[in-house]
């Protein structure tokens, strides 16, 4: 069974920085992909950033340079480090694992939320 657990949300200040992590209770090096997606109120949701398991890395424009997706390995955890944060980065953040299967799908688990509020 495959849950995902984050944590490391809360209030900051504009241009402070906060870590998000991700628990997995599998293994992360079974994935095909980690990631972090957010949803603003009122808004859809955002892939924000991805780790592939050969350690590639992709974030949206609006975070790059900002924010830094990562693996702690020894802990089997993601983290997310966000640094200059914006009020517009105020969302609430899930952690999301991708298992690509055969025949074009696929499989995502999610975990639930850790809300991350930035004031200005």
């Known amino acids: 069974q495959v849950q995902l657990v984050e944590s490391g949300g809360g209030l900051v200040q504009a241009g402070g920085s906060l870590r998000l992590s991700c628990a997995a209770s599998?293994?992360?090096?079974?994935?095909?992909?980690m990631g972090w997606y957010r949803r603003a109120p009122g808004k859809q949701r955002e892939l924000v950033a991805t780790i592939t398991s050969s350690s590639v890395t992709n974030y949206v424009d609006s975070v790059k340079d900002r924010f830094t997706i990562s693996t702690d390995n020894a802990k089997n955890t993601v983290l997310l480090q966000m640094n200059s944060l914006k009020p517009e980065d105020t969302a609430v953040y899930y952690c999301?694992?991708?298992?690509?299967?055969?025949?074009?799908?696929?499989?995502?688990?999610w975990g639930q939320g850790t809300q991350v509020t930035v004031s200005s």
């Open positions: 599998g293994s992360i090096f079974s994935f095909d992909a």
């Open positions: 999301n694992a991708l298992l690509i299967k055969n025949w074009g799908l696929s499989e995502n688990y």
